[in-house]
């Protein structure tokens, strides 16, 4: 008996503390920082040796090519014309309801939708368009 009892405070006294210790929900995870790789083999010393001239190569270039340009001054156009994309210019045209000014029917779903006090060739969006687009057309 005197085992048994011993054993259980024991174990209520471990669970207790471990109870009592504050738990940190939300641990800060520290960077790690790894050590960059080495190259080991001397193919791979070779290999890397050539790649570190070829960037060393181009940063020279590019560094002559900026001193031989002109820097641009802010009064200057570009002489290439920036093109812009075509617009989407043909929306579907709703059909009037008839007897019932300002409501016109969806091209889309064929819905009645109220389009009162809006101007004749608006480009509306559908509110009762369920596709996978926004459903525009124009008022008639």
Not at 4 to 23: E, G, S
Not at 26 to 49: F, G, H, I, V
Not at 56 to 67: F, G, N, P, T
Not at 75 to 92: M, Q
């Given at each position: ?46 290999l890397?040796?050539q ?40 929306y ?7 007897g ?33 687009g ?7």
């Amino acid at each position: 008996m005197k085992f048994n009892f011993t054993t259980r405070f024991a174990a209520l006294a471990c669970v207790l503390l471990a109870a009592c210790h504050p738990y940190n929900e939300n641990p800060q995870k520290k960077p790690t920082t790894s050590a960059p790789k080495t190259a080991t083999t001397p193919e791979q010393q070779k290999l890397q040796a050539q790649r570190d001239a070829l960037k060393a190569q181009e940063d020279a270039k590019k560094k002559e090519e900026a001193k031989t340009t002109p820097p641009e001054t802010p009064g200057t156009t570009d002489p290439t014309p920036k093109l812009k994309p075509p617009e989407k210019t043909d929306y579907a045209r709703a059909n009037k309801v008839p007897g019932k000014d300002g409501f016109v029917f969806s091209p889309y779903n064929n819905k009645v939708v109220d389009v009162r006090d809006i101007p004749s060739g608006t480009l509306v969006q559908d509110p009762t368009y369920t596709g996978a687009g926004k459903g525009y057309f124009r008022v008639p």
